[in-house]
């Protein structure tokens, strides 16, 4: 295809503020609602990450030594600019993830609200002083890094490159960003909203490309740390090799979460919940309800939400997934489950919306009497799909979630303080919901699950990822000779 017809230009690494030519191997962008081609995406090689990691370099000293309180400027106007471009950027985000435009836009306030965060940091990371004994202080700062990489997934184009921007380079630091190279395109206009609010040439650059870029990055040795954000199979090769070159590294991985529903649940709200959480971005999120744990009798909440279900339309409220073989992986998990003795309630297989043919969409799917030995009960499908597992109490509930692989989020749904109070403490995962579907915690609370669902020590936002792009600077100081005292004394 010829770049006259591709709906976007060409999508180009930006490296010292410019967008640049390559000749590398190119990619197809395709549409995930229609099947078409977008754009082309550059695959890159180790060198055009290096000609990156160099131009961040040469603007690492000068940005670094920029005060905190004007380098959060830069992000005050971004802010203004999103909000500026909100419907455009939403838009980006529907073509090339296929979310629906209302998720796109919840997505680019998500967005707006991270770097609203970021500009709050100058009163977060204000330092310590003590004077620690006669005439001696000691103060400890926050420094910057140095050069940081961060790796983005499909699904959230937008949102996800924002967990770490705004943080990481308030903070002092210049990055790489490696989008996911199924949707390149809203980091463009990342890119050019972050040159237009004021950033310096080369403390935000973009590399693109697949497998190739990310080990380059996890092998360069100019990278202080290396921020990720994708499926656990991948999260564990780039924690494992990125430390092994001896640098920082944060991992997110995929995710199983279980939403526990206990008898005297509120059938409206609960239904309503749980259906928002397993269909919305089509499932593919990884605070998604993927199983429900139904303690007890429930068949009136199990009725409401297959009702909610049905009422849901694909290609109108309900996005496509990201591609032909998502679509696949996703259909291949219910006729699995099916196969086993589970029973299908709602069926979203065979999904085809009028006028869009090409698209690769699922309906949403509920399917009961699924076992914990099921493949649909234990792995990432990743689609709208929830998978009902039946316990007799909270026990067997909680014994279902505690041995599952991953531990991103869990939920439950009761009206009693107690069997809350259970779950809170019970569940094995870093994000709890009470009564809530999608436990994200909102800022200024950090985002990070346990188990496989994350390698390393911090949470990618919030506080916690203040210790994640800095390190400390401890400092003792003693100016009076007279005061004839030792740091001992
Ligand atoms: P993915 O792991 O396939 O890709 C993520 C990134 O890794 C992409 O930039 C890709 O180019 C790169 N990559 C892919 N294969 C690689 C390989 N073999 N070696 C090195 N790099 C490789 O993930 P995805 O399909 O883009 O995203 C969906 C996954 O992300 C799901 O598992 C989802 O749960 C997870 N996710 C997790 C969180 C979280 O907060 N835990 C948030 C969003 C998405």
């Known amino acids: ?29 395709v549409t995930p609602l229609s099947g078409g081609v977008l754009s082309k995406v550059t695959l890159s090689d180790a060198a055009e990450l290096d000609r990156a990691v160099q131009a961040a370099k040469a603007a690492f000293p000068s940005w670094s030594a920029t005060p905190i309180k004007e380098r959060v400027q830069v992000f005050y106007r971004y802010k203004t600019l999103l909000e500026k471009h909100v419907k455009e950027l939403a838009q980006l985000v529907h073509e090339e993830n296929g979310k629906t435009i209302e998720e796109a836009t919840a997505e680019v306030e998500k967005s707006i609200e991270l770097t609203e965060f970021a500009c709050s940091l100058p009163q977060l990371i204000s330092g310590e002083l003590l004077e620690v004994s006669k005439g001696v202080e000691c103060r400890v700062e926050h420094k910057p890094l140095g050069v940081v990489a961060s ?23 210049c990055m790489i960003l490696k989008p996911s190279e199924q949707v390149p395109i809203s980091a463009i206009r990342i890119s050019e909203l ?48 990125s430390t092994s070159n001896l640098k920082r590294c ?5 995710a199983k979460n279980h939403l526990i529903v206990l008898p005297d649940a509120h059938l409206e709200m609960t239904a309503s919940n749980i259906t928002a959480s397993m ?78 043919e090409n698209g690769f969409y699922v309906g949403p799917t509920v399917i009961d009497y ?33 041995s599952s692989n991953y531990g991103n989020a869990a939920s439950v749904f009761t009206q009693s303080g107690g069997m809350a109070k259970k779950v809170m403490e019970g569940a094995s995962a870093g994000m709890i919901g009470v009564n809530v579907g999608v436990p994200v915690p909102r800022e200024p609370f950090s985002f990070g ?22 390190k400390l600077k401890k400092t003792t100081v003693k100016w009076n000779p007279e005061s004839k005292t030792n740091w001992m004394s």
């Open 250 to 254: 944060v991992a997110l991985g995929g």
């Open 1 to 29: 295809m010829e770049n006259q017809t591709l709906q976007y230009p060409e999508t180009k690494n930006f490296i010292a503020g410019k967008f640049v030519p390559q000749t590398n191997r190119t990619l197809n962008v």
């Open 370 to 402: 699924v076992t914990p030995d099921m493949a649909i009960a234990k792995e990432e499908v990743f689609g709208p799909v929830l998978a009902i597992i039946r316990a007799k109490d909270i026990d067997e509930a909680l014994a279902i979630e505690n």
């Open 194 to 241: 972050l040159k237009e609010a004021g950033l310096p040439d080369g403390v935000f650059n973009v590399v693109n490309g697949d497998r190739e870029i990310v080990e380059a990055i996890c092998d360069h040795p100019d990278i202080e740390a290396v921020s990720f954000v994708g499926s656990t199979k991948v999260a564990k090769i780039v924690y494992r090799r």
């Open 449 to 470: 699950g346990w188990n496989e669902s994350k390698f390393g020590v911090n949470d990618i936002t919030g506080k916690s990822s203040i210790e994640f792009w800095t």
């Open 279 to 356: 269909s919305g971005c089509a499932g593919q999120r990884c605070m998604a309800a993927s199983a429900m744990v139904a303690v007890g009798p429930l068949d009136a909440i199990i009725s409401k939400i297959c009702d909610e279900a049905r009422k849901i339309i694909p290609g109108k409220n309900l996005g496509s997934v990201i591609s032909k073989e998502a679509k696949e992986r996703i259909e291949r998990y219910i006729a699995e489950a099916e196969k086993a003795g589970a029973k299908i309630l709602v069926d979203g297989r065979n999904c085809v919306v009028a006028g869009k």
């Open 151 to 173: 790796i983005a997934p499909f699904n959230f184009p937008n949102m996800v490159p924002h967990w770490t921007i705004p943080n990481a380079i308030a903070l002092g630091n």
